[in-house]
C-alpha cells in the first residue's frame, strides 16, 4: 500500500492532517475513522478501495495528529471540514462511510453535503444521545458506561478520567491489545484481532493519543451534545444510507443501529446478530464497498431516469435548459435533442410558414377539423383520420 500524507487549510484558519491510499486518481471514499483511533489507513481496506478503483481519505478530526484542535466542535462540523480536504485534492462527488464515532460524521457529511456525497455508510455508529426510545447506555460495557457518564458531567471530569486511561492505551502492543482492551471486546471482535487486525488497531489508537487527549475528549463531548443537524435532513434528502450493526458489539451495541434504522426506514440496514465492533472494519469491509456502489450506481440510475422524464416534459428548449442546470451541479448530462420530428410533418408547409414570417406576415393558430380552433402557440401540420397533430412553436420560429 501508498499512502500520501498531506497538511490542508480548513475553516477558522485551523490545520488538518490527511492521508490519500487506494488508487491514484479514483473517486474518493473519506472514511472516519472511530475514537479515539488517529490517522493510520488500513492496508487491507485500501486495497479493497484499489480494487473497485477508489480512493481512501482521511483525516484527523480536530485534536488529533496533526490537526489543529476545535474545542467546542459538533458533529456537523465534520462536514467543511470533509469539503475543505475535498477542494484541496480537487475531488468532486465522493463516497463516505464511518466506524463507530465516525459512524455520527459520515451522517453528517450525507446530511449537509447533499449535491456532493453519492452514498453514505455507518458502521457500528452511535445514536444521538438522548434519542427519544433509545437507553443510549443499555448492553455497553462498564468502561464505555464510566466514560460517557463523565462526558454528560462535563468537560473538566472528562479530561480527567481521560488523562488516566490515555497512557495505557497508547503504551499497548498488538499483542497486549486484547488484554488490555478487557471487557470491551466480545469474542467476535477477540477473533478479528487474533486474525490480524490487532497490529492495525493498536499503531491507530497510539497514533491517536500521541497529541493528547484533545480529540478524544471533543469527540466524546461531540456525541452527548446536539450533532448540529438533525436526522430529518437524512429521511427527506438524496442521499442513500446503509448501515451495519452487530449484535455482540459491546462499545455500540446493537440498539443504536436498530434505533438509526426505525429513524431512516429508507436506509439498507443490516443487524448482524454473530459480529462485533471490530468486525465490520475488519471481515465485512468489502460487502460494505460493494452496497455504498450500488447504493450510488441506483441514485444515479433513477436521476437519469428522472433527467429523461423532463427533458420529455419540457420539450427541446427546455431540454437544453436543464442540461444546463445540471452540468452546473456537476452531473454530466448527454447532449442529444429530446424532441423527434414525426414522420408526418410536411416540410413544405413550415417552408410556407417561414416565408410568410418573412413577408412580415402573422401566422395565426390554424383551424383543427370541423372548423376548431387550436390552442395559440400551436400550429397544425396534418390532420389523419379527423385527428390534428400539432408542434408548439415560439414566436421566432417553427421547431420542426
Known sequence: MTEQRLIVPAPGGR?????????PGGRPLVFHNGTPDGLVAYGPMADQLADRGLALVMYARPGYGR?????????????????AVLDHLEAGPFLTAGWSGGGPHALACAALLPDRCLAAASLAGVAPYGAAGLDWLAGMDEENIREFGAAVAGPEPLEAMLSQLAPELRGLTAEQITAGMGG??????????????????????????????????????????????????????????????????????????AWLAGQLPAARTHLLPAAGHLTLPAATFGEILD?????????????????????????????????????HAGQPVK??????????????RQAAVRQQRGAGQR???????????ERPGFQVVEHRRGVGRRVRHGPARLRG
Do not use: C
Open 291 to 327: 452496497e455504498l456502489l450500488d447504493l450510488a450506481a441506483a441514485q444515479r440510475r433513477g436521476q437519469l431516469a428522472e433527467h429523461g422524464l423532463q427533458r420529455r416534459r419540457a420539450g427541446h428548449r427546455g431540454a437544453e435548459l436543464l442540461d444546463v442546470l445540471l452540468a
Open 15 to 23: 490545520e488538518l492532517e490527511v492521508v490519500v491510499a487506494g488508487r
Open 335 to 348: 447532449a442529444g435533442r429530446a424532441v423527434r420530428r414525426h414522420p408526418g410533418q410536411r416540410r413544405g
Open 67 to 83: 490537526s489543529t484542535p476545535q474545542p467546542g466542535r459538533t458533529v456537523a462540523d465534520a462536514a467543511a471540514d470533509t469539503a
Open 363 to 373: 401566422v395565426r393558430p390554424a383551424a383543427g377539423p370541423a372548423g376548431r380552433q
Open 184 to 257: 470491551l471486546l466480545s469474542d467476535a471482535d477477540k477473533a478479528v484481532l487474533a486474525a490480524g487486525f490487532a497490529a492495525y488497531l493498536a499503531e491507530s489508537m497510539q497514533a491517536g493519543l500521541e497529541a493528547g487527549i484533545a480529540g478524544w475528549r471533543d469527540d466524546d463531548l461531540a456525541f452527548v451534545a446536539d450533532w448540529g443537524f438533525s436526522l430529518a435532513a437524512l429521511t427527506s434528502g438524496p442521499v442513500p444510507l446503509s448501515i451495519w450493526q452487530g449484535g455482540q458489539d459491546l462499545m455500540v451495541p446493537g440498539s443504536h443501529g
